[in-house]
């Protein structure tokens, strides 16, 4: 008997389970059967609930965002805020997006980096998405003696503004390829600033350059220099070593 039941339990939970695993795919479906109805090209790299019933966030793989109604027959785009009594308003697009650089920033591609390490111990850690003949990029660049001077270590991914198969990407390309990689990109980036010709290339070489800059499209980047913290907090433009490490807690 109590073989029986258990047995009907299990088979009892199982249905369950199947019944709403259905309901959250149709969910899922009505959003994304209105996203082929917009354009069919458009897609979700990841739907997920919000705190406003029927309502959806869902991430583009354009790295756009978009509220979709859980029928998909409404969707807005912009910032979403709840203003729950007693908390404030809290920037629910905010809180998605720095989740999304958090997880998007542990992926392969962005573990492949040039890295300026801090002059004795690290006290911070940045990520920065940057290109050669951008003014600003070269700017910071510049101060890169200073940054890591105060402790601070600087990843740099690639993002040529360009698009890729620019000269920009090119020269980033060869700057990952080449024997000294921070070298040639401070080389670079200085002949770029001084209106000079490229340097010669290297042999070329399997580069992430690419995949830097389908990443950055991915978690929002529309300009160089972007930095990028652990937490996943979005920095845009050029600041000054002081600054920096000032914005840190370093100084």
């Known amino acids: 008997m109590r073989l ?95 989740k999304n650089r958090m997880v998007a920033m542990q992926s392969p591609a962005a573990q492949q980096v040039w890295v300026f390490p801090a002059v004795g111990s690290t006290k911070a850690s940045i990520s920065v998405f940057t290109d050669i003949d951008c003014y600003y990029c070269q700017k910071l660049h510049s101060e890169m003696a200073a940054i890591n001077a105060l402790g601070i270590e600087v990843r740099y991914l690639a993002f040529p503004r360009a698009g890729l198969g620019s000269s920009s990407y090119q020269q980033l390309a060869d700057s990952w390829c080449a024997e000294n990689p921070n070298e040639f990109l401070t080389q670079a980036k200085l002949r770029s600033h001084n209106k000079q010709a490229p340097l010669n290339s290297p042999v070329a070489c399997n580069n992430p350059v690419a995949a830097h800059y389908n990443l950055g499209q991915q978690i929002g980047v529309t300009g160089t220099p972007a930095i990028i913290l652990d937490n996943g907090e979005l920095w845009p433009g050029y600041l000054p070593a002081n600054e920096l490490a000032k914005r840190l807690g370093l100084l």
């Open 4 to 98: 029986l039941v258990s047995k009907f339990i299990s088979i009892a939970a199982l249905a369950v389970t199947l019944l709403a695993s259905n309901a959250w795919a149709a969910d899922y479906s009505g959003v994304e059967s209105s996203l082929a109805r917009i354009n069919p090209d458009l897609k979700a790299s990841s739907i997920a609930v919000t705190p406003m019933l029927g309502m959806y966030d869902v991430l583009l793989t354009s790295g756009d965002r978009i509220y979709m109604s859980e029928d998909g027959e409404f969707f807005f785009a912009g910032t979403m805020y709840q203003n729950a009594s007693g908390q404030g308003l809290v920037n629910l697009t905010e809180q998605g997006a720095v």
